[in-house]
T-cell receptor, first 112, second 116 residues
């Protein structure tokens, strides 16, 4: 079992819908990242969070450390949001000795 | 002005050859990584370097040898390439020493390696 589980694996939505992608993890972490990868493209960091909630434009990320769970929400989804969204958790003894463990990603397709 | 740049973006080569991928970051970060993304799009860490020192080596075969000539560069050399090495390799960097910048990741655009 992967230490980081994402759901759903695939998600298809209509433009304008509210999207939620979930991430659960089983290890102690110091931070959690949400990443975005467009088809054939590079990887962009959307959020890094260790508690509470962060918002950038239409994107909102929340984390519950006690429940070991994070969600990524997209409000008013748009076809350009179509991408793979990857959850990654940061663990380790601190400083430079940390590593990221990745979820398998959620493929989001937003239809016009 | 690209923050993390990798070269080459595409590399097609024969089994048994030796090849290198280069990575440079101009963000002043102190830590750089190599990640491998397989055909199922799953990302896995390979190496981590902090201030030119190897910190993490995730049981990568000895055929893979990273080299960090300075904090801004982390190159990946692969000897005796095998079919299973075909993947996209991502370089990333971050600043872990502390402070408000600590931990945010910046990725290169990836280098797609195809071994025939």
């Amino acid at each position: 079992k992967n230490e980081v589980e994402q759901s759903p694996q695939n998600l298809t939505a209509q433009e304008g819908e509210f999207i939620t992608i979930n991430c659960s993890y089983s290890v102690g972490i110091s931070a959690l990242h949400w990443l975005q990868q467009h088809p054939g493209g590079g990887i962009v960091s959307l959020f890094m969070l260790s508690s509470g909630k962060k918002k950038h434009g239409r994107l909102i990320a929340t984390i519950n450390i006690q429940e070991k769970h994070s969600s990524l929400h997209i409000t008013a989804s748009h076809p350009r949001d179509s991408a793979v969204y990857i959850c990654a958790v940061r663990s380790g003894s601190g400083g430079s000795n940390y590593k990221l463990t990745f979820g398998k990603g959620t493929l989001l397709t937003v239809n016009p | 002005d690209t923050a993390v740049s990798q070269t080459p973006k595409y590399l097609v080569t024969q089994m048994g050859n030796d090849k290198s991928i280069k990575c440079e970051q101009n963000l002043g970060h102190d830590t750089m990584y190599w990640y491998k993304q397989d055909s199922k799009k799953f990302l896995k860490i390979m190496f981590s370097y902090n201030n030119k020192e190897l910190i993490i080596n995730e049981t990568v075969p000895n055929r893979f040898s990273p080299k960090s000539p300075d904090k801004a560069h982390l190159n990946l050399h692969i000897n005796s390439l095998e079919l299973g090495d075909s993947a996209v390799y991502f370089c990333a960097s971050t600043y872990v020493t502390g402070g408000w910048r600590s931990g945010e990741l910046f990725f290169g655009e990836g280098s797609r390696l195809t071994v025939l």
